[in-house]
């Protein structure tokens, strides 16, 4: 069973940067696509970022396109998001989740797509 752990979150200024990382481990893992979601107080839970188990293929959320980026190391066990020009709208609880991806460049954005999900990790962005 794929188990994640996520980590890097904290408190930050409007503007500053932040890189989360999630690590991965268990079975046939390197064949995992990936993604990142995030739950604000009161909110659902939101789409972030999307990554292939190759890791070519990526995509964002319109509202952290352009700031975001999401990238696997080349062994594939460990997931990023690097966080730039972070605003207070930024500010959830941030989970990344795996799921057994069908080809090499497939990404997914539902939730329900998901099989495997980390503990989470508090991003807080004051103004």
């Known amino acids: 069973q794929v188990q994640l752990v996520e980590s890097g979150g904290g408190l930050v200024q409007a503007g500053d940067s932040l890189k989360l990382s999630c690590a991965a481990s268990g079975p046939t893992f390197s064949r995992n696509a990936m993604g990142w979601f995030r739950q604000a107080p009161g909110k659902e839970r939101e789409f972030v970022a999307a990554?292939?188990?190759?890791?070519?293929?990526?995509y964002y959320a319109d509202s952290v396109k352009g700031r975001f980026t999401i990238s696997r190391d080349t062994a594939g066990n460990t997931v990023y998001l690097q966080m730039n020009s972070l605003k207070p709208e930024d500010t959830a609880v941030y989970y990344c989740?795996?799921?057994?991806?069908?080809?090499?460049?497939?990404?997914?954005?539902?939730?329900?797509?998901?099989?495997?999900w980390g503990q989470g990790t508090q991003v807080t962005v004051s103004s």
């Open positions: 990554i292939s188990w190759s890791g070519v293929n990526t």
């Open positions: 989740a795996a799921t057994y991806a069908s080809s090499s460049s497939s990404w997914y954005r539902q939730a329900h797509e998901y099989h495997y």
